[in-house]
């Protein structure tokens, strides 16, 4: 069953494979790890504020990220947006009635 999850340490080598891999293979992006300092820092970019990054989980592998960026005047930001749409479908997910969204947009809504 996929979970979601506030971003912990453990998950940073997984989160910047799943989302470098998106980036170079699928979208032939010519960017590294080291070209994105947020990535190598979650905690101090996106966890302040009403800020936070988030991954999905089947079992303890990411297979999806989301982060928000506190912009002041109580909006955010969405970006790393990166979805494995293999692992995520393989499960037959329908994602429109699936309590991955309401886990989301409650986690959202929570802090």
């Avoid at 960017?31 to 991954?55: H, K």
């Avoid at 037959?92 to 409650?106: A, K, Q, R, T, V």
Wanted: with cysteine; aromatic share 12%; glycine share 4%.
């Amino acid at each position: 069953m996929i979970k979601i999850s506030i971003y912990h340490p453990q998950y940073q080598n997984q989160v910047a494979e799943l989302i470098l891999k998106i980036q170079q293979q699928e979208f032939g992006v010519s960017i590294t790890l080291e070209d994105q300092s947020d990535l190598l820092n979650i905690p101090d970019f996106y966890q302040q504020g009403n800020g936070n990054f988030w991954v999905a989980l089947d079992e303890d592998n990411v297979v999806a990220t989301i982060a928000a960026i506190d912009i002041d005047n109580k909006y955010l930001a969405l970006r790393k947006m990166f979805v494995n749409v293999i692992k995520l479908f393989m499960f037959d997910y329908n994602l429109y009635s699936n309590p991955i969204n309401n886990n989301f947009c409650s986690s959202i809504s929570h802090g």
